[in-house]
């Protein structure tokens, strides 16, 4: 099946379409059931997909608006599959878990919708339809905060909305300055990625294009000091968005990053590596220490959010393959472990309608199996070896290392910081005596929640241990893209920056 | 010897009459009676213009002015009394319920 | 032997899964047995092993699979059992083994009972994986696990209230656990920072490759590295300036204070020391510097044991005191002494832990030595068992831990460290007089646990069984000093003195035996009697400074805790939600604001809509008149 | 002696005049019939109308690029058909809206659908000459049927809008007519083509300078009234507001459309002259405009309202584009407004689905967004329609207007303004917030309860055309490519 991108991408919105007609009874088991086979398909995506290959596969390209150089032109590669696979299955367990009530039809339709144009966006190979999916992809998600959010929810979806809209203005004006180029060089118009790479750009043109593109996927990340909207977002957001949120939608910014601001501006990116680094490290820090302060647990499960993102953008900017694959495979990671974290926090909201800290206190005697999967998903966030998110802390910090080591020591304190943050939250809800007589008689886990969380932790255990059948791909893609920065670069401190794997020095 | 700046001087003049009669007039007649003030000095300059470069084309325009000045005066009148006989008033600052 | 090493590491891990499917269960004894009994395979493997390597005097190494493949780095998962791996599993897996039977007892009225053996497992396992990798990598797996089960054990008791530092000074278990792990974490990041430097240095984690990769570095990175790794040991062998979470982790269980807060984990480095010793032995200013800190640190923390009340942490102390000793050696060269003290340390030091368990249990957790005495005459074994073990601990010969402690202080004589050796010299007398002060305190004199009503009794008698063969090695170790020399000296550089301190050494072990026996005996003068409180020491500074620790855990919370979480909200009430995020908001109040002060152009009049007109007209003249001029 | 005048019919080339003929004779065919009969139903007008429409749709379709007739003072070059044909298609949206389920008596008169024709052919008139009478013809015929339409529908506050827009439209008229007699003054001319020649073989004289600032400053302020461009624009808000929904509409895109195809030529030729400060005046006066009134559509409390402060700010977005000068910027022009008409068309036409009896929300307004309060509750395919014009209108990918707004914005990066470009996007973003907000009124607020008299109003025809409006917002992809490739090509055609 070579279109299976395009099934990828327009199945669950033709299945959304229909889901108009399904009745609101069935609406939940009709988006499980999507979703389900939204995320067997993307499973097939990945059988089917050649791990040794590098490059673009499944590509498909249809002209759109050929005067205009828009073309429907979609493509995975190791570093997309695999978000696509945590799109598709974060969605899955999101819709499983959810515990929405009302107007549930409408969330399935909504979650639906909203599945598309996240994978849309990771499949897409052109600059207009990327920012097509991008830019839809907020709509969905201001419908979920807003309808069945908290009492701040129009707020934080407006403030979501309008925030990263703005950054992606911005963003548009640069994609169409490179069509511009693009068109000066060959006198024709393109928005296709893979013909925007083999641009040369000056480097103040790439600067500036970089600066145009960062600003756009800053505020999605959202990288300090754009990341105010997101508490904001996460703390009035129903559990499912927050999941989605976190899991998927941030990640579209980093993503960016690698697809786009890497390849095409090479010496761009090269000397943005240390303004990009310290701004992580004020993420890393920061929002560390501004999650410590956190009254609210899912406050505090934003903010880490915030955090880890910075431990991603600064693997990005590591320029070697050890930094970038283990960003990737971060973004996975934080995808999973928060997406998850979110949902535990939903479980415990579900029942006691608060999320203060304050209000709980010795959860672990009360809800064991809770305690348990809780306890897992935060080793999992502080990084502990043999869950999921070591692997990608650790290649990001090891990667970095070689570009900076005070600045890596810098931001390996979020190996402690996340610690103390995480743990008192730990500390706060799970342990000491049971002080509130609400608390005493709270119900463990459901079959529900257990069975769309469990699967998570498996998830978590099993890449943490056997990471390489996701690492690989990714390898591969990474090390592919950094031999082509290398030697796209004009400038020779970007030459020399953009650090290409000894095995790929070797085949050649 | 009256040359074509005098008309046109006079011409400027008499528009800016018209300008400030439509900018200070607070009844709408009058304010009317400006805008044709104003065209009627564009008639001027126009058959002036005409005359110096021996073109019929500037006198072509004027006669348009004046049929075009006559059919809004026709069409503004009209809306004029609709108006007064909704509002009894044809004063500028009653006509204010639309706004900010 | 593959398959041994597999059934060594693995057991421990199949004993924590099986433990763990009961983990919500009501007590059952026999997951406590099937535990005990999967440790005990683990042990018999690892011995086998030991044989095996001594026999034939080869390591054995597999790789199980890959594990992270990224980029040039290539990290599997490969075990390596060598004289000193293969020492370190046979202490753990022994020390284990007895720690699981025991706990079957102690723990036999706690409700978590089958929780307990599950997390107890899995440390082991942890601990395994530590000593066995053969990789830094895998190493570090280890490392953080015993880290995160020492977090789970420690706040076992999870659910007890925070107190004041006045009425408990660990606070609470979840309290003491946090602090472990958070402390530990920071040592992690430096020996993450050890294993980047090392990494791209030398292009990979495995030991052989990195040892093989020494001569070729210089002098810079080597010392760094060394540096880096050693702050990694730091932290999970608690040397000062990270050792105040060591004394409240004795919140956990007495079991676990045994096993993984005397015997094993806080050894691990120690441990890391003796691995890496190649990059160590060739850094000769960090090594002094760790021999210098471990010297400090055993009086130190022996200077605190002097004064305290607190049954367990009186012993804690002793084990900070006792892996300074073995800093000592490891930092002054003497790699196999500092293994060989490690060993024994672990027996006896486990066996007094699983005593002051005993002691625990008779006085119904009542842990302070003050209100004890006498209890020779109910608890005869345990009387029996800890006083082996202090006298272990304080170096009398013949017993384990004069042999190995002689070794090290002679170690700081023969390396001309002469400030070294006096402290140490020191510390041996005031180890001897904490740990008997303590014997005395508990179970001579008169009874003073009376007055609160308690009833001693002893422990179950298979409990007691299951701790002879600490106390049988505890007694016996040292008689193998030698041969263990020549079995882990296959692996670790030799050893030995100079001619000169050859011919002291007569002399200086008596010097170390006189302030031994010396302690003892002040002690037995003091307590032995019963005890005799005298306001005026209590109250004198000394005694108070000592007795808080030298103030360092309130140090670490005026000036650590409190300023973090201080500019934590800070951060967040001040910068984020003030400066940040009203920075944004402002900038679309003021969009608002400017709309509303626009909108009153739109006055309705139409007067004014025409001047608009006329305005705007002159507004274009003028902007046409000035770029005209410009341009 | 006046030499007698022989003209060939072949010279007249009529051709070139049939579709404001059709529109006129239609006009007055109309007029006739209700001479004829009085109380003929509306429908009969409506469809009269369209029919009239459509004719001229195609007669103009029929029409050959570039050529010249009646004296050389029509000019049917390639913006004069795409113009016209958008004008058409534009009222043939708007005329079936007449329509209604309920009686809004000025489609009882056959008056209406008369002005209505009249309008169209002073729109054509506009489109296609360059000739300074017959444009000023064409803008009087138009706006002055425009103001007897707004009038027509016999509210108080339609008088007002409609004396508003008579008189600044006069004020504006003047300042046109005082315009083309100054360029008639400098070149003897009032031919484009002729004008621009003398221009620039004069450009260098100094007093002359003087005189272009006087023309072009004059004619500007008259297009920027017609374009409502800041600050000419103050009639907009309240002339929307005071005419019907559909009508304000209607009144958003296509006497642009016209406007603008007269701005192209005249400004056009200034810039093509080198008169730089033209251009840079023009630039400044879309950024005001897209800035400033997207800030007042912030606060306003009246969907109508905030829907003709985002017509004017579109404009400003387009006149930017028309300060560029290249023939992307043109098309973008046309591009723009074809897509915008759909989607502005469509949600003007989304106010006249209903109408309380009293202002029972505000004293002030009809529209505010309390009424659309929990729209999704009440009428949820209505809600999601109007979502998807709102955000089309925000400029969100795949919809209409996000289209035409990537092509501005690309024509601005081609020709250098990268900072425009940015500028645009930043108002885009400040446009977004309004557009939002009654997204949030319609999804996300409980409906106002204790609702009283509703004149329903969904009647087929608008159902018909709210429809037809949707499917061309929402399938805007597909038809770009054609869309673009036809303007471009009969734009770059006529040498723009």
Redesign the interface.
Known sequence: MDNILSVLVFFPAIAGMLGFVVNKDSARVYGITVAAIEFFLSLWLWFAFDGHNPGMQFVEMIPMIPDFGVSYYLGVDGISLFIILMTTLMTLIGIMSMSVTENVKNMVITLLFLEMTMVGVFVSLDAIIFYLFWELSLVPMLYIIGAWGGTLRVYAAIKFFLYTFMGSLIMLVGMLFVAYIYHDLTGVWSFALTDWYALVLPVNYQLWLFAAFFIGFAIKVPMFPFHTWLPYAHGQAPTIGSVILAAVLLKMGTYGFVRFSLPMFPDASVIAITPIAMISIIMIIYTAMVAYAQKDMKQVVAYSSVSHMGIIMLGIFAMNAEGIGGSVFQMLSHGIVSGALFMLVGVIYDRRHTKMMDEFGGLASIMPKYAVIFGIMLMASVGLPLTIGFVGEFLVLIGFYQVSPIMTILAGSSIILGAVYMLSVYKKSFFGPVTKDENKTLKDLDIKETVSLVPLVLIVIWLGVYPKPILEPIDNSVKAMLSFMDEKAITQEAKDMIQVAKSTKEMK | MIGLSHYLIVSALIFSIGLVGVLRRRNLLMLFFATEVMLNAVNIAFAAISHYYNDLTGQMFAFFVIAIAASEVAVGLGILIVLYKKQGSLDLDELTTMKG | MESLVYIALFAPFVSSLFAALFGMSPRKTFVGAIASLLLFVSLSASMMLAYHVYQTGESVHITMMDWIHMGDLYIPFGFNVDQVSVTMMNVVTLVSTVVHIYSIGYMDHDKSFNRFFSYLSAFVFSMMVLVMSDNFAGLFIGWEGVGVCSWLLIGFWYHKPDLTREENPSISPSWAANEAFIMNRIADLGMLIGLFIIYWNVGSLQYDAVFAAIPHLTDVILSTAAIALFIGAMGKSAQFPLHTWLTDAMEGPTPVSALIHAATMVTAGVFLVIRVHPLFSVTPEVSYFIAALGTFVAFFAASMALVNRDLKRIIAFSTLSQLGYMFAAAGLGAYWIALFHLAAHAFFKALLFLGAGNVMHAMHDELDIFKMGGLKKSMKATYIYMGLASLALAGIPPLAGFFSKDAIIETAFNEGTLILWVMLVVTAGMTAFYSFRQVFLTFEGDERYKEFGIHPHEMYKFVLVAMSPLAILAVIAGFFRESFNAFVTHLLPGYEMSEHTHHLALILGAIVFAFAVGGILLAYKKYAKGLKRSEKVENSFIYRLLANQYYIPNLYEEFISKPYAMISEMMWKGVDLKIVDTTVDGIAKFLYRSGDGTRKMQTGNLSNYLNWMAIGGVLLLVVAMISAMIG | MLEPIKVSLESLNLITLAPMLIAIAGGLIILCIDLIKENLDKSLYVMLTVLVLFTDFISVMGLNVNERGFFDVMLIDGVSIISQLLIVAGSMLFIPLGLTSRRFHEYEYPEFFALFLFMIAGFQFMAASDN??LI??GI?TAS?AL??LI?LHNR??S??????Y???G??????Y??G??VI??LT???ELYQVAEVLSSRLDEAGL?IAV?GS???L??AF??KLSL???H??A??VY??ATAPLAGYMSVVPKIAAFVVSIRLFGMYIELGV???R??IL??AVLTMT?AN??????EDVK?MLAYSSISHAGFVVAALALDTTDGNTSIFLYYALFMFTNLGAFAMLWISRHKQRRFDD?YDNPYEKFAGLINIMPVGAVIMALFM?SL?????FSV??GK??V??AA??AGY?WL??V???N???A??YY??L??YM??KEPVKSVDVVYYNLSKPLMAIIGFATVATVTA??Y??PL??YL?YMISASGY
């Open positions: 300074l009478i000023f013809v009087e002055l103001y007897t009038a108080s506050d008088y007002e809008a409609a004396v508003k008579f008189t600044m006069a004020l504006a008229a003047a300042f007519a005082m083309s007699a008639y003054a003897g001319s009032v300078m600032f072009s400053v004059l500007l302020s920027a009234f800041f600050p000419f103050t009639w808000p309240d507001q005071g730089e400060w033209v840079i005046i400044v006066i400033l800030i007042m559509a912030l606060v306003q309202r002030r955000l925000a400029g969100v990918p795949p996000f289209w990537i092509y914005m690309q990066v081609n990268v470009a940015i645009m996007g930043l885009s973003a400040i977004a917030y939002l907000k997204v949030v999804f996300l992809i597909f770009v490519q673009i490739s471009y």
